[in-house]
């Protein structure tokens, strides 16, 4: 994972608010725009705008069906971008102690 990547999605994280959507998207597996709207109490332009940050981090992805916006977590992603930060803080992807 390169550093534009790395920080792209340090910065979709670092906001309380995605973080809870991603949590949230992530116990549920999958979500619609409504069903976030509800949980977070938050406008759906609100949500609309922090969904575009978390899929363009590569946090999450959608699927549109009929009217409904459905979206995934992407866990591979949250993986990699674990390994890259335990590479940089020096120890080995395993999560194992240097």
Do not use: W
């Amino acid at each position: 994972m390169d550093q534009k990547e790395l920080a792209r999605i340090s910065k979709a994280l670092s906001d309380p608010t995605r973080l809870r959507i991603v949590e949230a998207i992530s116990s549920a597996n999958e979500m619609y725009c409504g069903q976030v709207v509800e949980k977070c109490g938050l406008t759906p332009g609100t949500i609309s705008h922090h969904l575009k940050i978390l899929a363009d981090a590569n946090l999450i992805e959608t699927r549109r069906e009929g009217q409904f916006i459905y979206m995934r977590p992407k866990p591979e992603t949250i993986r990699d971008y674990g390994r890259s930060l335990a590479k940089m803080a020096g120890k080995k992807t395993s999560g194992k102690s240097a």
